[in-house]
């Protein structure tokens, strides 16, 4: 598969009740302004991405829905409003349609590169395909070819799961792909990995980092 012919999708939970075993790596005061911070630089890297032609944001939260679309995502509301997998087949199936490529991401991965997400979207077969995350049981992409249901498995042992639907698994090193950010060793890992621009100015202004890796899409211009 090959040009900008790739919808995106991404799931955004309400900021409030995001990525609650990262509680405590920040003050609980700014929890929520790292978690939209990782959304940021996430859809930051999938815009710059060449095979990308359109990252569409499922979410009801109004922070969110602001920042995205500020970075040139489309931002629709989550109507089925049953978690993770439904907020996912609605973006894909529904709103983006079976007659496009599309992708889901889970937003917590700041350490994410353009040319990695191309390189896995370029791998993806002709029905579904999937890249676990660094531990191996998790899942950060989940790609249906057009045609193709998204039939998501999300959730505890996903890796498993979507191989145990026919999923292909792709199977590239892509360190900032794979590297999401539940605990704060992950976001160790991801800063160490070099963190997009977002997440790094915030832990900058905690006093929490002097200095960040550059993840490679910072002051990209949006396409």
């Known amino acids: 598969m090959s040009g900008a012919d790739w919808t995106v999708v991404i799931p955004v939970k ?17 929890h929520e302004e790292l978690a939209l911070a990782m959304v940021r630089d996430t859809v930051a890297a999938v815009r710059a991405c060449a095979a990308v ?3 569409l944001i499922v979410t009801d939260d109004p922070a969110a829905v602001a920042a995205v679309t500020a970075l040139g995502a489309r931002a629709v ?7 993770l997998n439904a907020a996912m ?7 983006a349609g079976l007659g496009h490529h599309r992708a889901v991401l889970t937003g917590d991965l700041p350490a994410l590169r ?28 989940l790609a249906a070819a057009a ?30 792909l794979r590297q999401d950010v539940d605990t704060a060793d992950d976001l160790r890992t991801v800063l160490a990995l070099g963190a997009g ?8 202004d905690l006093g929490l980092i002097a200095e960040c890796g550059t993840s490679g899409v910072a002051g990209r211009s949006h396409r």
Do not use: I, M, Y
């Not at 309400?14 to 700014?30: C, E, M, P, Q, T």
């Not at 509301?77 to 978690?83: L, V």
């Not at 249901?149 to 590239?172: I, N, R």
């Open 14 to 30: 309400s900021l409030s009740a995001a990525k609650s075993r990262l509680r405590g790596a920040v003050a609980d005061s700014r």
């Open 53 to 55: 032609d359109d990252v």
């Open 77 to 83: 509301p989550d109507p089925p409003a049953a978690g």
């Open 89 to 95: 087949r609605f973006g894909a199936d529904v709103v």
């Open 114 to 141: 353009p040319a990695e997400l191309g390189e896995a979207l370029a791998a993806a077969g002709p029905g579904r395909s999937f890249v676990a995350d660094a531990a191996g049981t998790g899942t950060v992409l």
């Open 147 to 176: 045609g193709t249901a998204l039939d998501p498995h999300f959730g505890l042992g996903s890796a498993a799961a979507h191989a145990a639907t026919l999923a292909q698994p792709l199977l590239g090193a892509w360190p900032g």
């Open 197 to 204: 621009e977002h997440t790094c100015a915030l832990l900058r």
